[in-house]
């Protein structure tokens, strides 16, 4: 199994900056890519940002000059800096993985995480 876990939700005003983690533990052989997901209430869950194992990157419009993705893959940690946050960046943040899980087998197993809560405040 794996197991993804969020943290660096704050409450914060606009024009402030956060760091989300996402630590991706258990049996992994190896992370094809991750992501960032967000969803607001009363709306869908929409892609904020993804990382691939290349390191190249996709980011919703929306947050385009403002986030920032990275991953650390020794330590299967993904992290996205998040700078001059609006009340429309409120959401709980999702932490995705893509994972290959044994040498053995090819097959690719998608996770996710319980998420962590951003709030910005006027």
């Known amino acids: 199994q794996v197991r993804l876990v969020e943290s660096g939700g704050d409450s914060v005003q606009t024009g402030g900056s956060l760091t989300l983690s996402c630590v991706a533990s258990?049996?992994?052989?190896?992370?094809?890519?991750m992501g960032w997901y967000r969803q607001a209430p009363g709306k869908q869950r929409e892609l904020v940002a993804g990382?691939?194992?290349?390191?190249?990157?996709v980011y919703a419009d929306s947050v385009k000059g403002r986030f920032t993705i990275t991953r650390d893959n020794a330590k299967n940690t993904m992290f996205l800096q998040m700078n001059s946050l609006k009340p429309a960046d409120t959401a709980v943040y999702i932490c995705?993985?893509?994972?290959?899980?044994?040498?053995?087998?090819?097959?690719?197993?998608?996770?996710w995480g319980q998420g962590t809560q951003v709030t910005v405040t006027l």
């Open positions: 258990g049996t992994i052989f190896s992370v094809e890519k």
């Open positions: 995705s993985a893509t994972v290959q899980i044994s040498y053995r087998d090819s097959n690719l197993y998608d996770y």
């Open positions: 990382i691939f194992s290349d390191d190249s990157t």
